[in-house]
């Protein structure tokens, strides 16, 4: 193959072989001598562009060479590639002819920041969360298996995310069953935060025994080379590696779960990547390909970056945006209130414990584990351990509070169940990131956890409005003896009301707060969203309309009470949260109504259900336009409010 020379109209471009690139298809027409040159313009874009745009950098860049040498040598069309998260597919989706989508990176309708089927025929699945690559394509392998020429399938798992349990299930579960799957180890010692447990040990003694390796094969290959006793020899010096590589390397485990491991290998070098893909591509089997790698290559804050530039936030806009004037007002970030306040719990209660599962600065942990390193516990990603361990701490007498966005406590179902509530033990859940989350999209949202808590018996589930009531709630839940959530949004607080915290209601679980009496009808919010009830009530006074505003505070147990006096007093009872309609807090206050006494002829308010629909919310620029498109922004809340007044016999504004 001849080298592919640029046209001379591309003479001026940075990314000249880059700009060649529409498909997977014009990358095989190169040789492999113009590869790094390929690498090194992908690497120069996506620095370029997603430090315009926002979004996973790091991961993206570690991977480069190896996602050059993939579509180099696998038609992934055909072939199947899945990337465990998928928030490292960047160079994937821009070799697959996505490279003009990234000027709408993770912004409204423009390209998702995870794989996504239904944007390229390249991507498998719509996935978001860590640990399951191996087993899905497990199951594509075994689909295929009965075919003369199967599809090859190549799963890419990082360091951190093979320390999932559901990744070893699917090793274990390979091991026994055989198949063909090439299993990619991209090991770059860190998930978001440097990764931790026995695993990333065990990696890093194979990490350091790569000399041994090089040294072992060099003199391995000379007595090789002796006439006649070689052959011998090496059989015997085989058997004897054998030994003393258990020795230096305890119970080796991928191969004691019957997979082949091949490595460690240069996650940089893509024609020795691709030399070794190709000759493993032959084999059959499950066979693990460890490569190293290091997360945020090329960048120039890569080392000493404290999360190897992770995530990098947009470019700042030319022209500063300014608020509307109704819009309420920002205060601290929701996160920030939340580890302040645990943080000044624990300086008066030892008791207390927090846990993260590799998330410790997303969650505002950070500054805890510098504090308390003897009381902080990062688990790694592994929501099901660390819910368990939480248990286990509980049950020996401690009050353990685990950080964990709401849409990865899904992983830990099951553990909520048999090991926290069932065992009614004072475990602590801070659900942060719930809600819509905005770019991260419909694999990231958190919009299913009151449904799926609120029905285990024990549990108590609050969500505090504001910053001071952050703190109030954490209190009384750790004090609660019992297992209890709450929940907050990715984004800052509304700024505080003029209710000082001596002078809003006793925070009880079961207890509601009115904000605001109304005649007719009345808004129970939950959550964040009380400030845009505030803000829709304010408008329709301004027409002569009273609407109240009750902060409820807690889905689970409700403030039956004040519900039943509600249903009586008014016409109309509207709920609002930032959670699935479908089994959430509107849906708490109907069954509650549907308990709540009735006299004949008693007066008994309508309920009316705001929510997320029932769909997935793909990603927008900013959470606040998933918010307004599913009707829960303060405009929203208006509309509503007048489209059930004028049903009340409300009167059309006057304009």
């Known amino acids: 193959m001849t080298d592919i020379v640029p046209d001379s109209s591309a003479a001026e471009s940075t990314t000249p072989l880059l700009d060649l690139i529409a498909g997977p298809e014009d990358l095989r027409k190169l040789t492999k001598d113009q590869l790094p040159q390929v690498c090194r313009e992908l690497r120069a874009f996506l620095l370029e562009t997603v430090q315009r745009t926002g979004g996973h950098l790091g991961s993206n860049l570690g991977v480069v060479e190896l996602t050059v040498a993939l579509h180099y040598l696998f038609d992934l069309r055909r072939d199947r590639c899945i990337w465990d998260v998928s928030h490292q597919a960047y160079p994937h989706k821009v070799l697959t002819g996505r490279r003009e989508g990234f000027k709408q990176l993770r912004r409204t309708g423009g390209l998702c920041g995870f794989t996504n089927p239904e944007e390229s025929e390249y991507d498998l699945f719509h996935t978001g969360h860590a640990g399951t690559s191996i087993s899905l394509g497990l199951g594509i392998a075994r689909a295929h298996a009965h075919e003369p020429n199967p599809p090859h399938v190549i799963s890419v798992i990082g360091d ?9 299930e699917a090793l274990n579960h390979a091991g026994a069953i055989g198949g063909k799957q090439l299993v990619v ?37 000379l007595i090789h080379a002796i006439p006649v006793i070689g052959p011998k020899f090496d059989k015997a010096l085989d058997d004897f590696g054998e030994v003393m590589r258990h020795m230096v390397v305890p119970g080796h485990v991928f191969e004691e779960l019957g997979v082949r491991y091949v490595g460690p290998v240069d996650g940089h070098d893509v024609k020795g990547l691709i030399d070794v893909i190709a000759n493993l591509r032959k084999l059959d089997g499950v066979v693990v390909l460890h490569i190293l790698t290091e997360k945020g290559k090329g960048h120039p804050d890569g080392p000493s970056h404290p999360e190897r530039v992770h995530a990098v936030k947009p470019a700042p806009p030319a022209h500063k945006v300014e608020p509307k004037d109704d819009a309420p007002k920002q205060g601290i970030a929701f996160t920030k209130a939340f580890a302040t306040a645990l943080e000044n719990l624990a300086e008066r209660d030892v008791r207390v414990h927090a846990l993260t599962a590799a998330m410790p600065s997303g969650t505002g942990l950070e500054a805890f584990a510098e504090k308390f390193p003897a009381r902080f516990h990062d688990t790694g990603i592994t929501e099901q351990h660390g819910v368990a361990f939480c248990a286990g701490l509980a049950k020996a007498g401690l009050r353990p509070v685990a950080a964990i966005y709401s849409t990865f406590l899904q992983r830990a179902y099951d553990q909520c169940f048999q090991e926290v509530a069932l065992q009614n033990l004072p475990v602590t859940f801070a659900l942060d990131r719930a809600g819509p989350v905005g770019q991260d999209g419909a694999t990231h949202n958190g919009v299913f956890d009151i449904a799926y808590l609120r029905t285990f018996p024990n549990f108590v589930l609050g969500a505090p409005r504001d910053a001071t009531d952050v703190r109030r709630m954490l209190e009384a839940l750790v004090l609660h003896d019992g297992p209890a959530a709450l929940r907050f949004p990715r984004g800052n607080c509304p700024v505080d009301e003029v209710i000082p915290a001596a002078e809003r209601r006793e925070m009880v679980p079961g207890r509601a707060e009115v904000l605001r009496e109304g005649d007719d009808v009345t808004i129970w919010a939950y959550g964040p969203l009380v400030a845009d009830a505030l803000a829709a ?37 509207l709920t609002v949260e930032a959670h699935q309609r479908a089994g959430g807090f509107g849906s708490a206050v109907l069954e509650a109504a549907s308990r709540t006494p009735q006299s004949e002829g008693e007066r008994h308010a309508r ?37 059930h007044g004028a049903n009340l016999g409300w009167k059309a504004r006057v304009s």
Do not use: C
């Open 160 to 168: 951190s995310s093979l320390g999932a349990g559901v990744a070893f």
């Open 185 to 221: 180890l991209n090991d770059n010692e860190w998930s978001i935060s440097r990764s931790v447990g026995a695993l990333s040990k065990y990696l890093s003694r194979i990490r350091s025994n790569r000399i041994m390796q090089r040294a072992g094969q060099e003199t391995k290959n």
């Open 537 to 573: 009530a304010d408008r329709l006074a301004a027409d002569g309309h009273q609407v109240g505003v009750v902060d409820a505070r807690f889905a689970k147990p409700l403030d039956e009470s004040l519900l039943a006096e509600h249903l009586r007093s008014h016409k109309l009872i």
């Open 607 to 643: 309920i009316r259900i705001m929510g997320i629909p029932d769909r997935f919310l793909e990603h927008t620029t900013d959470p606040s336009e998933q918010l307004a498109m599913s009707g829960l922004d303060t405009n929203g809340i208006e509309r509503a409010l007048r489209t």
